[in-house]
């Protein structure tokens, strides 16, 4: 019987220690930064997003299948927006890049240092 308790005990940390992985990053957060390395892994810039894919692929577990499913419809969007993309659009979705998808695309390290206050980049 004690074996038991203490199996269930373990497995209940397990999957309190998976839930808090998700936690790392909100819904919206996560849906933000799936619209980055959308517009990334297109022909709109040429970057590596290695960080991203394994970011992306640690804060997957956990979440709701509504917000996959809403990650998924925001990948196709952003997908078809840079690859339709022209003139003032596409200065946009450059500026989007460059500017706020940066903190996404250099994945979790580096945005952990930018929620935990860490010295910003000159």
């Not at 790392?24 to 991203?52: E, N």
């Not at 690859?83 to 695309?105: K, M, T």
Request: glycine share 6%; hydrophobic share 45%; with cysteine.
């Amino acid at each position: 019987m004690k074996i038991t308790a203490i199996v269930l005990a373990a497995s209940a940390f397990a999957a309190a220690g998976a839930a808090a992985n998700a936690a790392d990053l909100s819904d919206m957060d996560y849906l933000r930064a799936t619209r980055c390395h959308a517009l990334a892994s297109t022909d709109l810039v040429d970057l590596d997003t290695a960080a991203i894919d394994k970011m992306l692929q640690d804060q997957r577990y956990g979440r709701s299948s509504y917000v996959l499913e809403r990650a998924n419809s925001e990948r196709s969007r952003a997908g078809r927006q840079a690859r339709s993309a022209e003139g003032e659009e596409r200065s946009r979705l450059l500026a989007e890049v460059n500017g706020p998808c940066q903190a996404w695309l250099s994945g979790a390290e580096s945005l952990n240092t930018a929620k935990a206050g860490g010295p910003a980049a000159d």
